[in-house]
C-alpha cells in the first residue's frame, strides 16, 4: 500500500464525514503507515504489533485488543459488536480484551441512540476481523511457502491442513504486520455455517464486574484533587438567576465555595442550565451547602406554562385541519357522505428517563485542554459542547466513555458534562457534578406531550372506509431551534406517517404545537405516542364491529406488500428502503406468530382478566405482543404474562435480544401505570419516584416470553423495538378485562376500581 | 468520633455524624460499589448489610453506625463469589448492572433469612429494589437458582 492511498483515505476520513461510507475506509485505515499522525488517544490496539484497523490490534502474546466506539448502558453493544469482530477473526473469545474508545471521529457515529449500533456498525466489525485474518493467513503461508489459498484458519490459529502446519496467531503478528492492508474486494467474509458468535451471541464482557460492584460508572470516576459539585438550577427552563445569597452555604463543613453558572442563550441544545454550583470535598456538603443557597430568580417567558391548560391546547390543535403529512384518495369526501363514523382522542404526557444512574460527570481543564469522564451515549457530541463552552478546539476535548447506568436516551444531551467542565475551568481543579434525582427528574429532556385524534368512517362489514389521524405534540426540533413546533419527518416517521394499513382512503396530519420544556428522544420516542392511539383505536374499531381484535388487525394489515411511499417523507430511520423495505408481511408474520405463542383465542380468561395485542415497526424491527391482564377488585392491575415476536432481521445476540425485549416491557409498564410529568406555571412538579414511580418487581410482567424470527435479512434494532406495541397491547387487554377503555396516559388517573 | 467495622476492617469517621453511610463509603473510603439513585431510600440501589440486615445506605445516618458491622458488595464474599452473585451471573441478570449490586445485597439478606421463598416473599422482599432495565423476572429466577445453590 503507498503512502498516497494512506494519505488519500486520512484526508477523506478527516472531512468530518460520518455516513457509512466513512467507516467502511475507517476499518481499513492503517494508521502505522502514516507518520505524524496523532490520535485524541491511542489505544492497546493501536499499539499492538498488527494494527490493521481503528477497531482491532493483535499482540504477539495472541491478545486481541477490540476497541468498542459505542458506549455500553445495558444493551451489550459493548459485547456484541467486538463479537462479531471475533467470529470474522476466528478468534478465541476468552483472549479477546476490550477497550472502550475515546469520542474520536475515527470511529465514526459515536451516538449510541436510534438502535442502530449493530445496523450500522455491523459489516464494518466483519471487515475488521476479516482484514486480521486475511493478513495472519498470508503471513503463515509465506512462512510455509504455500500458496495463502491453501491456508485457513481454526480458533486462534492458522493452519496448512495437507502439511498439518499450525501457527497460533501471536506468533504471526510480526510477519503479518509487514503485509499490505487488503481491499475491501480481497476479502472473503465467513459464510453463515462457519459463525461461531454471531447468532449464538454471548454474556456481558462486564459481567462479572457487574455482579462484583467492580464496575466502574460513571458515578465511580475518581481523579486526583477532584472536587465534587452540586448545581440549583433555574426552576423554569430558561430562566436566570436573579441574585444570590450563598452565606449559609458557606458555613457548611466541607463546603469550599459557589460558582455561577451563565444561563443558557436559546436554543437550550446540550450548554449547561445555568444557575448556582456549590464546591466542596464531597457529594453529601455539595447537597448539604446547595440546600442552604438563597436565590432569587426569574423565570422567564416559560413561567406561564401549565401541563393542564396545555393539554387542551394541544386537543383543540388535533381537532383542526392541519398539515398533511401523508395522503391517500380522498377521505373526506367519504366523511362528508356522513354514515357509520367512530372517534377517539388519544393523550400521552411528558415523560421522564429516570435512568438508575443520575446525570454525572468528572471534568478536569488544565493547560487548555478538557479531559472527561462521563456516562455518555454522545462522546463527540461531548466533545462540540465542551469546545463551545471553553473555547477550545475540539481535538483538546478527551471525552472517556464510562459505564452507563442506563441511558435511554438521555445520556446522549451532554448538557451535565459541559456543566462539569464550565466548573472545573472556573474553579482550576477537577470537578465532578453529581445529580440528585430530583435534578434528573426535574431537569430532563422530555419524550414529548402528544395528543392524537383519529377518526374513521366504518364500512358495512365494520371495516375503514376512510381514516383521518392528527397529532400535535412539541418536537424534539425545538430543543436545537426555538422556530420548530412542527413534527418533523424523523419523528413523524415513528409509527405515525407509516401506519401499514390497507386503506382505501386516509389521511395523516400533523399540528403545531410550541415546546415550553426541553424535548428529547426516549426510548422508542415518538412510536410511544403513535402506536399507543393507532393500536389502540384499532381495537376500539373491532369492539365497534363486533369482531375478534386479531383477526380485525390481520384484516387492517393486509394482504403482504411492500408500502410505497410515494410523495412521503419518510427517512426509514436513516436506511435505504431497498435494504430495508417496509414490509406489511413480516408485520402479519409476527401478528399471527404471537397469536399461536400466546394461544390467542384458546385460553380462558376470567372475570377482571384479559388479553390485548398489539403490532408494531419500528427501528425497521417488526413486533407484536399479547399481554395479558388481571385486575382485581381494587383496581389492581397485575400483568401476569406477556408473549412477544420479533423479526429484527439477523439478530447477532438472540439472549441480549430477549433481555431487551423482557426489559422493555417493564419499560413500557412504567409508561402505561404511571409515566406522567406535569408542569405547574412552568416548573416540573414531580421530583423523585415518589411522585414519578417506575414498575417495581410485582408491577412488572411476571413473564415475558420472547420468541425471535429466524431472518437473514438485514440486522434491524432491538433495544427500543418492544416498547411501543407493549404500550398498546398492556392498555388493549386492561379493556379486555375492565371494558374501559385507556385513552389518557396513565392508567394511575383512570379509577379501574 | 464514630467506631464501625466496614467488611471486617476497623474504621473510625470524625465528620459529619448527619452524613449518610453511603457518602461515607463511597467519597470517604472510596467504596463504589453501592449506588447512589435517589437520595431517599426509594429505590434500593444504595443497599449494605448492617448487622447482617439490608439497610438503604443513603438515609443511615453515619451517627447510627457507631458499632456496627458493615458489609457492602466488595466484602459480601472473601473467597471469590457469593451464591447470589454467582446466580446473577448464571441467569445473566444484569443489563446496565447500576441497580444490581443493591439488589444482590437486598437478595443476599433475604435468602439469609428465608431459604426457598415463594414468588410473593420474593416480590415483598424485592419491592424497595428499582430496576429500570427491567431485568425483575430474571432476578426472580435467579433468585430461586441462589436458593436452591444454598441449600
Same mark, same amino acid.
Given at each position: 500500500?503507498?503512502?498516497?492511498?494512506?494519505?488519500?483515505?486520512?484526508?477523506?476520513?478527516?472531512?468530518?464525514v460520518? !455516513?457509512?461510507?466513512?467507516?467502511?475506509?475507517?476499518v481499513?485505515?492503517?494508521?502505522?503507515?502514516?507518520?505524524?499522525?496523532?490520535?485524541?488517544?491511542? &489505544?492497546?490496539?493501536?499499539?499492538?504489533?498488527?494494527n490493521p484497523?481503528?477497531?482491532?490490534?493483535?499482540?504477539?502474546?495472541?491478545?486481541?485488543?477490540?476497541v468498542?466506539?459505542?458506549?455500553?448502558?445495558?444493551?451489550?453493544?459493548?459485547?456484541?459488536?467486538?463479537?462479531?469482530?471475533?467470529?470474522?477473526?476466528?478468534?478465541?473469545?476468552?483472549?479477546?480484551?476490550?477497550?472502550?474508545?475515546?469520542?474520536?471521529?475515527?470511529?465514526?457515529?459515536?451516538?449510541?441512540?436510534?438502535?442502530?449500533?449493530?445496523?450500522?456498525?455491523?459489516?464494518?466489525?466483519?471487515?475488521?476481523?476479516? &482484514?486480521?485474518?486475511?493478513?495472519?493467513?498470508?503471513?503463515?503461508?509465506?512462512?510455509?511457502?504455500?500458496?495463502?489459498?491453501?491456508? +485457513?484458519?481454526?480458533?486462534?490459529?492458522?493452519?496448512?491442513?495437507?502439511?498439518?502446519?499450525?501457527?497460533g496467531?501471536?506468533?504471526?503478528?510480526r510477519?503479518?504486520?509487514?503485509?499490505?492492508?487488503?481491499?475491501?474486494?480481497?476479502?472473503?467474509?465467513?459464510p453463515?455455517?462457519?459463525?461461531?458468535?454471531?447468532?449464538?451471541?454471548?454474556?456481558?464482557?462486564?459481567?462479572?464486574a457487574?455482579?462484583?460492584?467492580?464496575?466502574?460508572?460513571?458515578?465511580?470516576?475518581?481523579?486526583?484533587?477532584?472536587?465534587?459539585?452540586?448545581?440549583?438550577?433555574?426552576?423554569?427552563?430558561?430562566?436566570?438567576?436573579?441574585?444570590?445569597?450563598?452565606?449559609?452555604?458557606?458555613?457548611?463543613?466541607?463546603?469550599?465555595?459557589?460558582?455561577? %453558572?451563565?444561563?443558557?442563550?436559546p436554543?437550550?441544545?446540550?450548554?449547561?442550565?445555568?444557575?448556582?454550583?456549590?464546591?466542596?470535598?464531597?457529594?453529601?456538603?455539595?447537597?448539604?451547602?446547595?440546600?442552604?443557597?438563597?436565590?432569587t430568580?426569574?423565570?422567564?417567558?416559560?413561567?406561564?406554562?401549565?401541563?393542564?391548560?396545555?393539554?387542551? +391546547?394541544?386537543?383543540?390543535?388535533?381537532?383542526?385541519?392541519?398539515?398533511?403529512?401523508?395522503? %391517500?384518495?380522498?377521505?373526506?369526501?367519504?366523511?362528508?357522505?356522513?354514515?357509520?363514523?367512530?372517534?377517539?382522542?388519544?393523550?400521552?404526557?411528558?415523560?421522564?428517563h429516570?435512568s438508575m444512574?443520575?446525570?454525572?460527570?468528572?471534568?478536569?481543564?488544565?493547560?487548555?485542554?478538557?479531559?472527561?469522564?462521563?456516562?455518555?451515549?454522545?462522546?463527540?457530541?461531548?466533545?462540540d459542547? !465542551?469546545?463551545?463552552?471553553?473555547?477550545?478546539?475540539k481535538?483538546?476535548?478527551?471525552?472517556?466513555?464510562?459505564?452507563?447506568?442506563?441511558?435511554?436516551?438521555r445520556?446522549?444531551?451532554?448538557?451535565?458534562?459541559?456543566?462539569?467542565? !464550565?466548573?472545573?475551568?472556573?474553579?482550576?481543579?477537577?470537578?465532578?457534578?453529581?445529580?440528585?434525582?430530583?435534578?434528573?427528574?426535574?431537569?430532563?429532556?422530555?419524550?414529548?406531550?402528544?395528543?392524537?385524534?383519529?377518526?374513521?368512517?366504518?364500512?358495512?362489514?365494520?371495516?375503514?372506509?376512510?381514516?383521518?389521524?392528527?397529532?400535535?405534540?412539541?418536537?424534539?426540533?425545538?430543543?436545537?431551534?426555538?422556530?420548530?413546533?412542527?413534527?418533523?419527518?424523523?419523528?413523524?416517521?415513528?409509527?405515525? &406517517?407509516?401506519?401499514?394499513?390497507?386503506?382505501?382512503?386516509?389521511?395523516?396530519?400533523?399540528?403545531?404545537?410550541?415546546?415550553?420544556?426541553?424535548?428529547?428522544?426516549?426510548?422508542?420516542?415518538?412510536?410511544?405516542?403513535?402506536?399507543?392511539?393507532?393500536?389502540?383505536?384499532?381495537?376500539?374499531?373491532?369492539h365497534?364491529?363486533?369482531?375478534?381484535?386479531?383477526?380485525?388487525?390481520?384484516?387492517?394489515?393486509?394482504?403482504?406488500?411492500?408500502?410505497?411511499?410515494?410523495g412521503? +417523507?419518510?427517512?426509514?430511520?436513516?436506511?435505504?428502503?431497498?435494504?430495508?423495505?417496509?414490509?406489511t408481511?413480516?408485520?402479519?408474520?409476527?401478528?399471527?406468530?404471537?397469536?399461536?405463542?400466546?394461544?390467542?383465542?384458546?385460553?380462558?380468561?376470567?372475570?377482571?382478566?384479559?388479553?390485548?395485542?398489539?403490532?408494531?415497526?419500528?427501528?425497521?424491527?417488526?413486533?407484536?405482543?399479547?399481554?395479558?391482564?388481571?385486575?382485581?377488585?381494587?383496581?389492581?392491575?397485575?400483568?401476569?404474562?406477556?408473549?412477544?415476536?420479533?423479526?429484527?432481521?439477523?439478530?447477532?445476540?438472540?439472549?441480549?435480544?430477549?433481555a431487551?425485549?423482557?426489559?422493555?416491557?417493564v419499560?413500557g409498564?412504567?409508561?402505561?401505570?404511571?409515566?406522567?410529568?406535569?408542569?405547574?406555571?412552568?416548573?416540573?412538579?414531580?421530583?423523585?419516584?415518589?411522585?414519578?414511580?417506575?414498575?417495581?418487581?410485582?408491577?412488572?410482567?411476571s413473564?415475558t416470553?420472547?420468541?425471535?424470527?429466524?431472518?437473514?435479512t438485514?440486522?434491524?434494532?432491538?433495544?427500543?423495538?418492544?416498547?411501543?406495541?407493549?404500550?398498546?397491547?398492556?392498555?388493549?387487554?386492561?379493556?379486555?378485562?375492565?371494558?374501559?377503555r385507556v385513552?389518557?396516559l396513565?392508567?394511575?388517573?383512570?379509577?379501574?376500581? | 468520633?464514630?467506631?464501625?467495622?466496614?467488611?471486617?476492617?476497623?474504621?473510625?469517621?470524625s465528620?459529619? #455524624?448527619?452524613?449518610?453511610?453511603?457518602?461515607?463509603?463511597?467519597?470517604?473510603?472510596?467504596?463504589?460499589? #453501592?449506588?447512589?439513585?435517589?437520595?431517599?431510600?426509594?429505590?434500593?440501589?444504595?443497599?449494605?448489610?448492617?448487622?447482617?440486615?439490608?439497610?438503604? #445506605?443513603?438515609?443511615?445516618?453515619?451517627?447510627?453506625?457507631?458499632?456496627k458491622?458493615?458489609?457492602?458488595?466488595?466484602?459480601?464474599?472473601m473467597?471469590?463469589?457469593?451464591?447470589?452473585?454467582?446466580?446473577?451471573?448464571?441467569?445473566?441478570?444484569?443489563?446496565?448492572?447500576?441497580?444490581?449490586?443493591?439488589?444482590?445485597?437486598?437478595?443476599?439478606?433475604?435468602? #439469609?433469612?428465608?431459604?426457598?421463598?415463594?414468588?410473593?416473599?420474593?416480590?415483598?422482599?424485592?419491592?424497595?429494589?428499582?430496576?429500570?432495565?427491567?431485568t425483575?423476572?430474571?432476578?426472580?429466577?435467579?433468585?430461586?437458582?441462589?436458593?436452591?445453590?444454598?441449600?
Amino acid at each position: 500500500m503507498s503512502s498516497i492511498e494512506n494519505v488519500s483515505r486520512r484526508k477523506f476520513l478527516t472531512g468530518g464525514v460520518v !455516513v457509512a461510507g466513512a467507516l467502511v475506509l475507517g476499518v481499513r485505515y492503517y494508521p502505522k503507515l502514516l507518520s505524524g499522525t496523532t490520535f485524541l488517544r491511542n &489505544t492497546n490496539a493501536d499499539h499492538a504489533k498488527l494494527n490493521p484497523s481503528v477497531y482491532l490490534g493483535i499482540d504477539p502474546d495472541g491478545t486481541v485488543w477490540i476497541v468498542a466506539g459505542r458506549s455500553e448502558m445495558g444493551t451489550t453493544s459493548r459485547t456484541t459488536l467486538p463479537l462479531i469482530v471475533a467470529d470474522e477473526l476466528d478468534a478465541d473469545w476468552n483472549r479477546v480484551k476490550i477497550e472502550q474508545a475515546v469520542g474520536d471521529k475515527r470511529y465514526g457515529d459515536q451516538n449510541t441512540d436510534g438502535s442502530h449500533s449493530i445496523r450500522s456498525f455491523y459489516d464494518a466489525m466483519r471487515e475488521a476481523g476479516a &482484514t486480521a485474518r486475511f493478513m495472519l493467513i498470508q503471513a503463515a503461508a509465506k512462512q510455509w511457502g504455500v500458496p495463502p489459498a491453501e491456508c +485457513e484458519t481454526e480458533l486462534h490459529v492458522v493452519v496448512h491442513r495437507s502439511t498439518n502446519r499450525r501457527a497460533g496467531y501471536g506468533d504471526l503478528t510480526r510477519a503479518a504486520a509487514k503485509f499490505p492492508v487488503p481491499t475491501r474486494e480481497e476479502l472473503k467474509l465467513k459464510p453463515k455455517s462457519a459463525w461461531r458468535y454471531v447468532g449464538k451471541g454471548h454474556v456481558s464482557y462486564d459481567l462479572e464486574a457487574l455482579v462484583t460492584g467492580k464496575a466502574i460508572y460513571g458515578m465511580d470516576a475518581r481523579a486526583d484533587g477532584m472536587v465534587y459539585a452540586s448545581v440549583e438550577h433555574p426552576p423554569v427552563i430558561g430562566g436566570k438567576v436573579k441574585s444570590f445569597d450563598d452565606k449559609e452555604a458557606l458555613k457548611v463543613a466541607g463546603v469550599h465555595q459557589t460558582v455561577a %453558572i451563565d444561563p443558557f442563550q436559546p436554543p437550550p441544545a446540550f450548554q449547561p442550565l445555568g444557575g448556582i454550583a456549590v464546591i466542596a470535598d464531597n457529594t453529601w456538603a455539595a447537597f448539604q451547602g446547595r440546600k442552604k443557597l438563597n436565590i432569587t430568580w426569574d423565570n422567564g417567558p416559560n413561567e406561564t406554562y401549565n401541563s393542564d391548560a396545555y393539554k387542551n +391546547e394541544l386537543r383543540e390543535t388535533s381537532h383542526k385541519p392541519a398539515k398533511v403529512v401523508r395522503n %391517500i384518495g380522498d377521505a373526506d369526501a367519504v366523511f362528508a357522505k356522513g354514515g357509520k363514523v367512530h372517534e377517539a382522542d388519544y393523550y400521552v404526557p411528558l415523560l421522564a428517563h429516570a435512568s438508575m444512574e443520575p446525570m454525572v460527570a468528572l471534568a478536569e481543564f488544565k493547560d487548555g485542554k478538557a479531559t472527561l469522564w462521563a456516562p455518555t451515549q454522545n462522546p463527540q457530541a461531548v466533545q462540540d459542547i !465542551v469546545s463551545q463552552q471553553l473555547g477550545i478546539a475540539k481535538e483538546d476535548v478527551i471525552c472517556h466513555v464510562t459505564l452507563l447506568g442506563g441511558g435511554f436516551g438521555r445520556k446522549s444531551k451532554p448538557d451535565y458534562v459541559a456543566e462539569a467542565a !464550565v466548573l472545573s475551568k472556573k474553579v482550576g481543579r477537577p470537578v465532578k457534578v453529581v445529580w440528585t434525582r430530583e435534578d434528573d427528574i426535574k431537569f430532563d429532556y422530555y419524550n414529548a406531550v402528544a395528543a392524537m385524534y383519529m377518526k374513521a368512517a366504518l364500512g358495512s362489514n365494520g371495516k375503514p372506509t376512510a381514516w383521518l389521524q392528527r397529532s400535535a405534540f412539541p418536537p424534539i426540533t425545538s430543543t436545537f431551534d426555538v422556530n420548530a413546533v412542527y413534527g418533523d419527518p424523523v419523528h413523524l416517521q415513528q409509527g405515525w &406517517t407509516d401506519i401499514p394499513y390497507d386503506l382505501p382512503n386516509l389521511r395523516v396530519e400533523n399540528g403545531p404545537a410550541k415546546a415550553h420544556v426541553r424535548i428529547g428522544w426516549l426510548r422508542s420516542v415518538a412510536n410511544i405516542y403513535h402506536a399507543f392511539a393507532i393500536q389502540c383505536f384499532t381495537d376500539e374499531l373491532a369492539h365497534a364491529a363486533g369482531r375478534d381484535p386479531l383477526d380485525y388487525l390481520l384484516d387492517l394489515i393486509g394482504e403482504p406488500r411492500t408500502i410505497d411511499f410515494k410523495g412521503v +417523507e419518510y427517512p426509514n430511520y436513516g436506511a435505504s428502503l431497498d435494504a430495508y423495505p417496509w414490509e406489511t408481511g413480516r408485520l402479519r408474520h409476527v401478528t399471527e406468530m404471537v397469536a399461536e405463542k400466546s394461544g390467542w383465542g384458546k385460553r380462558k380468561h376470567s372475570k377482571g382478566s384479559g388479553v390485548g395485542i398489539a403490532a408494531h415497526r419500528s427501528f425497521l424491527s417488526y413486533v407484536a405482543t399479547v399481554v395479558e391482564v388481571e385486575v382485581n377488585d381494587q383496581g389492581e392491575v397485575r400483568i401476569p404474562r406477556v408473549d412477544t415476536v420479533l423479526d429484527a432481521g439477523l439478530v447477532v445476540n438472540p439472549e441480549a435480544t430477549r433481555a431487551q425485549f423482557e426489559g422493555a416491557a417493564v419499560f413500557g409498564a412504567s409508561v402505561v401505570r404511571s409515566g406522567e410529568i406535569t408542569v405547574t406555571k412552568g416548573a416540573i412538579d414531580q421530583s423523585n419516584f415518589q411522585d414519578y414511580p417506575v414498575a417495581r418487581i410485582a408491577e412488572a410482567p411476571s413473564q415475558t416470553n420472547v420468541y425471535i424470527v429466524d431472518s437473514d435479512t438485514p440486522p434491524a434494532g432491538v433495544g427500543e423495538p418492544g416498547v411501543p406495541p407493549f404500550v398498546a397491547a398492556f392498555c388493549n387487554a386492561i379493556f379486555a378485562a375492565t371494558g374501559k377503555r385507556v385513552r389518557d396516559l396513565p392508567i394511575a388517573k383512570l379509577g379501574l376500581t | 468520633m464514630i467506631q464501625l467495622k466496614v467488611n471486617g476492617a476497623d474504621q473510625s469517621f470524625s465528620g459529619d #455524624s448527619e452524613m449518610p453511610l453511603l457518602w461515607y463509603l463511597r467519597d470517604v473510603l472510596g467504596m463504589t460499589g #453501592s449506588k447512589f439513585g435517589c437520595g431517599v431510600g426509594l429505590c434500593g440501589a444504595c443497599t449494605v448489610h448492617v448487622n447482617g440486615q439490608a439497610k438503604r #445506605s443513603c438515609i443511615t445516618a453515619m451517627r447510627d453506625t457507631a458499632g456496627k458491622e458493615i458489609t457492602t458488595v466488595e466484602g459480601i464474599e472473601m473467597n471469590g463469589l457469593h451464591p447470589v452473585q454467582k446466580a446473577w451471573m448464571q441467569i445473566n441478570v444484569p443489563q446496565c448492572g447500576y441497580c444490581q449490586v443493591g439488589q444482590i445485597m437486598q437478595a443476599a439478606a433475604l435468602l #439469609s433469612t428465608k431459604k426457598n421463598p415463594t414468588n410473593q416473599e420474593i416480590d415483598e422482599a424485592m419491592s424497595g429494589n428499582i430496576c429500570r432495565c427491567g431485568t425483575y423476572q430474571r432476578i426472580r429466577a435467579a433468585i430461586k437458582a441462589a436458593a436452591e445453590e444454598m441449600t
